[in-house]
Every structure is written in C-alpha cells, then in structure tokens.
C-alpha cells in the first residue's frame, strides 16, 4: 500500500520536471509527511498543465463526508468496483512525489519505517485516479494511489506497492485509454528505487520537517542489508 508521501522539491524543480505551472489555492508548501486527508499535488488529464491539491483519499459518492476516503485502489481490480469505475474510466492523474513511507514489520510485532525514493529524481510520479464529491452543496475533489504487485526491492517491506511511473509514461497515464493505462500497472524497476531506514518520527504526521528523511545513524541502515523478517 501507501499511507504517506512526501513532496518537498523547489517549486522551480516541480514546474520545470513536468512542464506544469502550481495553480493550488495558497500556493505550493514543500510536505515531508503528507497523510491520508491531508492535500496532494496532482496533474489530472483534464489539466496536464497544472499542478492543483486534491484531497487524500478518494471519497464515494454515497459517503457522508470526507474521512470515508480510500487512500489506495488496487490496479488489479480498480475497474471492477462501482467506487472507481467512473475515475478509471475517465480520471487519471499523476501524484507527485519526493519518496513515499513505508513500515516493515520485525520480530516482536515492531516496523520499522522506511523512505523510498528514487537517488536520481527529486521528484517522480504515482499513478492515481480522481473524482469529485458533492454532498449537500459541498464539493471536493479528491484522489487514491493505485498499487501493484512489489518489486524486489519493497517486497520486504510490503506486499503491495504504488504503480510508480517512468517518466516517459507519465504523459501515456494521462492520455490514454483504460486498455493502455492497465498496461502501465506494473511494478516499477527495482534499480530506479533506493529504500532507507528512517526514524519513527514520520507516525506523527506533525512531525513535518526535514528530520523526518534523515537516515538512522548505525552502521546498516540500507534496505537490502536486513532480512524480510
């Protein structure tokens, strides 16, 4: 799954990687900890120039408010369920990110938090779909990340991942059709990701900072240096 991102490249960084202009009401804030609820950057197809804030967790039609929101939908079987037949249709949009958390669980029941990112990119894109919820004259509109089957480097950590894109499909994800964009719903090449301890600073979502992403200081603090157990 994922249940926190991150988004803290300059604004200059953003616009230029994507090609897109921030239009979000207040402007862009770099999050170093973005949890379900909060705001995500996202470029929908409809606005491929934009990049606007949507609410986390994409809320069904027939919710009584926003906290009913789905953070993740499985690529697998997204078009499958009434909730997001519509978005899957017709609603694809790209989650920008810093690195997204993740939590392995050891023995003894305790995880260990992780930052996942890519060493190369400052920012990349996740796969998403959104809609619009409207209730008694409110409107919200809102997103959920599309996971996948992990890769060799996350399936310590978890049984599923965010479908991350290349950035060559970025533009395909946005444009193309339900056929097409099933294709891209993969999971993403392990030598393009790095994955690192990180304290457990990141569970408190107020703890928005910098020293969220610094690594545990001891000797073996990469992924691939502790068992999957």
């Not at 991150?6 to 239009?23: C, G, H, K, N, Y």
């Not at 705001?39 to 120039?49: C, E, F, K, M, N």
């Not at 609410?55 to 009913?68: F, M, N, R, T």
């Not at 939590?103 to 779909?129: C, E, I, K, N």
């Amino acid at each position: 799954m994922c249940g926190r991102n991150s988004l803290f490249a300059p604004q200059e960084t953003l616009e230029a990687r994507f090609d897109a202009e921030v239009v979000a009401d207040g402007g862009y804030t770099p999050q170093y900890n973005i949890a379900p609820g909060d705001r995500q950057a996202v470029i929908t197809g409809d606005s491929p120039d934009e990049i606007d804030q949507h609410h986390w967790g994409l809320v069904p039609s027939w919710a009584d408010g926003p906290e009913d929101g789905i953070i993740n939908a499985r690529a697998e079987t997204a078009n499958e369920k009434s909730v997001f037949e519509s978005a899957w249709e017709s609603r694809p949009c790209l989650v920008l990110s810093s690195g997204f958390y993740e939590w392995q669980t050891r023995a003894g029941g305790s995880a260990q938090p992780y930052r996942v990112h890519r060493a190369d990119d400052p920012v990349f894109a996740m796969a998403g779909l959104w809609d619009r919820w409207e209730n008694k004259g409110e409107s919200l509109e809102c997103v959920t990340i599309l996971t996948t089957e992990p890769n060799d480097l996350m399936d310590p950590l978890h049984h599923r991942m965010p479908v991350v894109l290349p950035a060559d499909a970025e533009s395909e994800w946005l444009h193309a059709g339900p056929k097409a964009r099933a294709g891209l719903c993969r999971p993403y090449p392990d030598g393009d990701l790095s994955a690192y301890e990180i304290s457990t600073r990141v569970n408190d979502p107020t703890n928005d900072d910098p020293g969220v992403i610094e690594p545990l200081n001891h000797e073996q603090s990469q992924l691939d240096q502790f068992s999957s157990g």
